[in-house]
């Protein structure tokens, strides 16, 4: 789902969960899981109780609660092409 994507955007060290790889990991319980976003308000987080996201090893949302952790990084396109 998401090595394809980062093969077609030519983005290094991504899109995969292998060892030196940065890595962004969204764990739901579907039946817990809700989109709050809306057109009229889009920047919601989802509710769940059961909601983690990691970005590049570290967690920023547990059990759908925002850690504070602000660990992504601007992504910027190279001269060959790549992203990263």
């Given at each position: ?51 983690t996201v990691i970005v590049n ?28």
């Open positions: 789902m998401t090595g394809g994507p980062a093969k077609a955007l030519k983005l290094r060290d991504s899109g995969l969960l292998k060892e030196g790889y940065r890595a962004d990991i969204a764990i739901f319980d579907p039946g817990d899981f809700r989109d709050e976003a809306t057109y009229a308000n889009p920047h919601q987080y989802p509710s769940g109780a059961r909601t090893g570290i967690a920023v949302v547990e059990n759908a609660t925002h850690t504070g952790a602000t660990p992504g990084i601007v992504l910027r396109r190279r001269g060959d092409g790549s992203v990263g």
